[in-house]
């Protein structure tokens, strides 16, 4: 099975900084796809940003430009790097992978148990 465990959430005062991680761990041959998601109330999920294997990112346009995904392969890490926060970045971040495992022919979606970021004064 395969794990990806989140940490480095908090409470941060508006403007202020955090970092989030989540590794995964397991039988994993490869993993393509990282990501990290939020579920703002009322709405569905949905990517704040994510990165592939090869390093492409993509990000949500309310934190371009703020928020700046990385991983280490050699970890299965992934990294969150969040600055300029504001009380809308408020929420539960949830790491996402998709992972070839050992043994296996397909990928596999995973996801973490969820990190609170909680941006106020």
């Known amino acids: 099975q395969v794990q990806l465990v989140e940490s480095g959430g908090g409470l941060v005062q508006p403007g202020g900084s955090l970092r989030l991680s989540c590794a995964a761990s397991g039988s994993i041959v490869s993993i393509n796809f990282m990501g990290w998601y939020r579920q703002p109330p009322g709405k569905q999920r949905e990517l704040v940003a994510g990165?592939?294997?090869?390093?492409?990112?993509d990000y949500a346009d309310s934190v371009k430009g703020r928020f700046t995904i990385s991983r280490d392969n050699a970890k299965n890490t992934v990294y969150l790097e969040m600055n300029s926060l504001k009380s809308e970045d408020t929420d539960v971040y949830y790491c996402?992978?998709?992972?070839?495992?050992?043994?296996?022919?397909?990928?596999?979606?995973?996801w973490g148990q969820g990190t609170q970021v909680t941006v106020s004064s």
């Open positions: 996402y992978a998709t992972v070839i495992r050992v043994g296996a022919r397909y990928e596999y979606q995973y």
């Open positions: 990165i592939t294997s090869g390093g492409s990112t």
